[in-house]
């Protein structure tokens, strides 16, 4: 297998992380947090495990301690949906806002500022999710929006259409339904990723209509 920095599997757009529980997808994003690529990284943490980051619990804190310089931020939401969804759109507003100071007229030529989103289903719930207008507006203001997700069904449609990359772990009884319906080798996959930390880059390049299969033995093969 080629060792491979973390960073360089993903496009500048968006992107997913699928697994179930212990598959490895976890330990992938917090890799992927510690990358020095991006000026600024946010990690949504519902769960409140531990990162090597300065922790903050509300919005007003998190602009604050952009404000000082914290280049890694780990945010712990409310554990109410409602109020969390809130804090997805205050915190998705101030992002927008350093974008646009930033970047006042054009688009940036790579993402700045990266922020993963553990447990991203919790903000699915509603017919319009609150991570969308992130997804869909995010690029503009270099933003790269990373999805934590068991499956793709768990994201909402519209975001895991921006996803041009999407990282496979072990997704249980989904995969063949999924990898199939998507034309990804199943048969050539699927003991693969039935391993422990194991995965695949999927990506697809829409205006080149091609498909790229990254097998990854695990992700400490990518640092």
């Given at each position: 297998?080629?060792?491979?920095?973390?960073?360089?599997m993903f496009?500048?757009?968006?992107?997913?992380?699928?697994g179930i529980?212990?598959?490895?997808?976890?330990?992938?994003?917090?890799?992927?947090?510690a990358q020095?690529?991006?000026?600024?990284?946010?990690?949504?943490?519902?769960?409140?495990e531990?990162l090597?980051?300065?922790?903050?619990s509300?919005?007003?804190?998190?602009?604050?301690?952009?404000?000082?310089?914290?280049?890694?931020?780990?945010?712990?939401?409310?554990?109410?949906?409602?109020?969390a969804?809130?804090e997805?759109?205050?915190?998705?507003?101030?992002?927008f806002?350093?974008?646009?100071n930033a970047?006042?007229?054009?688009?940036?030529?790579?993402?700045?500022?990266?922020?993963?989103i553990?447990?991203?289903?919790?903000?699915?719930?509603?017919?319009?999710?609150?991570?969308?207008?992130?997804?869909?507006?995010g690029n503009?203001?270099?933003?790269q929006?990373?999805?934590?997700?068991q499956?793709?069904?768990?994201?909402s449609k519209?975001?895991?259409?921006?996803?041009?990359t999407?990282v496979?772990?072990?997704?249980g009884?989904?995969?063949e339904?999924?990898?199939?319906?998507?034309?990804?080798?199943?048969?050539?996959?699927?003991?693969?990723?039935?391993k422990?930390y194991?995965f695949?880059?999927?990506?697809?390049?829409?205006?080149?209509?091609?498909?790229?299969?990254?097998?990854?033995?695990?992700?400490?093969?990518a640092?």
């Amino acid at each position: 297998m080629v060792n491979i920095h973390i960073a360089d599997m993903f496009s500048d757009n968006h992107a997913a992380i699928f697994g179930i529980s212990k598959s490895g997808k976890s330990n992938f994003a917090r890799a992927l947090f510690a990358q020095k690529d991006v000026e600024l990284a946010i990690y949504w943490n519902p769960q409140a495990e531990h990162l090597a980051a300065y922790r903050v619990s509300t919005p007003a804190d998190l602009a604050r301690a952009i404000a000082a310089g914290k280049d890694k931020i780990n945010f712990i939401p409310s554990p109410d949906i409602a109020n969390a969804e809130q804090e997805m759109k205050d915190i998705t507003h101030i992002l927008f806002n350093i974008g646009v100071n930033a970047y006042p007229e054009h688009r940036p030529p790579r993402p700045t500022m990266r922020f993963i989103i553990d447990e991203a289903p919790d903000l699915c719930t509603a017919s319009y999710s609150v991570i969308d207008t992130l997804a869909r507006r995010g690029n503009r203001y270099g933003i790269q929006a990373v999805a934590i997700a068991q499956t793709p069904a768990d994201l909402s449609k519209s975001f895991w259409k921006q996803c041009v990359t999407s990282v496979f772990f072990n997704i249980g009884t989904f995969q063949e339904r999924y990898f199939i319906s998507y034309g990804m080798p199943y048969e050539r996959i699927k003991t693969w990723t039935a391993k422990p930390y194991h995965f695949f880059i999927y990506t697809t390049l829409l205006q080149k209509h091609e498909h790229e299969f990254r097998p990854i033995k695990n992700y400490m093969e990518a640092r």
